[in-house]
């Protein structure tokens, strides 16, 4: 089996590290290289088990299993487990933490608003409940990445740095030259658009570094103000919110100004102290119905995209899933 993979991102570098070292194919990846920044090299890399939808919480924690379970992603990933707090709305029900206990065991627990407060210092008033996980925290996208691209490329895999023209059911045209598979799978990301037939829409995602104490606590979301942050360095946290930009040319992202300010009123909502900005990155992500990282085909067209910031938390096991349905 013969397959082209347009995309060298962390869907496309893991779909097709599955397809050559799982199944045998003989695979070609199409980047456009380290010098083009993408949703990889900007993502928080925030991993844990718990999802509020079912589906995506089972491959969030099986993706965690295997990678707390394995010698080789640990390295390529710079894995680092710090636990993970997930503060929910009020309104939110209680979460469903049936993957989370099943395939990650003692690692969930849910406390009230008062003892989330107590222990992290969250501030407001308005949280329900919040999912705090021994079993998470943050690794390297973009590590994980170029890591699996040089797997490939040493273990008989072909990985071109060329830009794509056109893709079809089974031709890949870049630079001119069309090749021919049996199986052709768009996983690029902001640029699956530009490629692929379907309801495709690119959307901005940003996240700066601050200057900040925030004692206690390492990698959270917040569901009610929407933010979000991890360690960066000693002092230092890494803080970002959803971001509202659709439609963005992902060739000219800039960083929003306006979010960044949206940021550190977040914090101060729920912290009550006020970050120093640091610095700021920005890039996008591409999204089509429905939503998460799967296999999709359109019009004849494959196309493994539709995450967020990388779809680093689920990437590792929806890529075995598909891998499974292509060489099926």
């Keep these: 089996m013969k ?43 925030l991993v844990r088990g718990y ?7 089972r491959l969030a924690a099986l993706g965690l299993a295997e990678l707390r379970d394995s010698p080789e992603l640990l390295e390529w990933t710079g894995y680092r487990e710090t636990g993970s707090v997930y503060l929910l709305p009020p309104d939110a029900g209680p979460p469903d933490l049936t993957a989370v206990r099943e395939l990650l065991p003692g690692s969930a627990e849910v406390v009230d608003a008062a003892e989330a407060a107590r222990r992290y210092g969250f501030a407001g008033g308005d949280g329900a409940t919040a999912v705090v996980e021994r079993h998470a925290g943050f690794l390297s996208p973009a590590g994980l990445r170029e890591r699996a691209l040089d797997w490939l490329a040493r273990n008989g895999a072909t990985v071109r740095e060329s830009r794509v023209e056109r893709v079809g059911a089974d031709t890949v045209t870049a630079g001119g030259t069309g090749r021919r598979y049996d199986a052709v799978v768009v996983a690029a990301g902001a640029w699956t658009g530009r490629l ?8 901005q995602i ?18 009610v103000t929407g933010l979000f942050g991890r360690p960066w ?33 977040a914090v101060l ?18 999204y089509g119905p429905p939503g998460g990282l799967r296999l999709r085909v359109e019009g004849g067209v494959r196309t493994f995209a539709g995450g ?21």
Excluded: N
């Design 233 to 265: 360095a000693q002092g230092e946290f890494l803080l970002g919110l959803g971001c509202d930009r659709w439609d963005v040319d992902p060739e000219r992202v800039e960083v929003d100004t306006a979010h960044a300010e949206d940021v550190t009123a």
């Design 51 to 57: 999802e509020r939808d079912p589906a995506a919480s």
């Design 196 to 203: 692929a037939p379907g309801e495709w829409r690119t959307k």
């Design 308 to 328: 967020s910031g990388g779809s680093v938390k689920t990437v590792l096991a929806a890529s075995r899933v598909a891998a499974r349905q292509l060489a099926a």
């Design 206 to 223: 940003q996240f700066g570094v601050y200057r900040v104490e925030l004692p206690g606590l390492a990698v959270f979301v917040d569901d």
């Design 3 to 45: 397959v082209g993979v347009v995309g060298g991102g962390i869907a496309g570098a893991l779909l097709a590290l599955r397809l050559r070292r799982e199944h045998g194919a003989e695979v070609e990846v199409f980047t456009l290289g380290p010098s083009t920044p993408d949703a990889s090299g900007v993502s928080g890399g």
């Design 269 to 286: 909502r729920r912290f009550g102290v006020r970050p120093e900005p640091v610095r700021a990155v920005a890039s996008c992500d591409g």
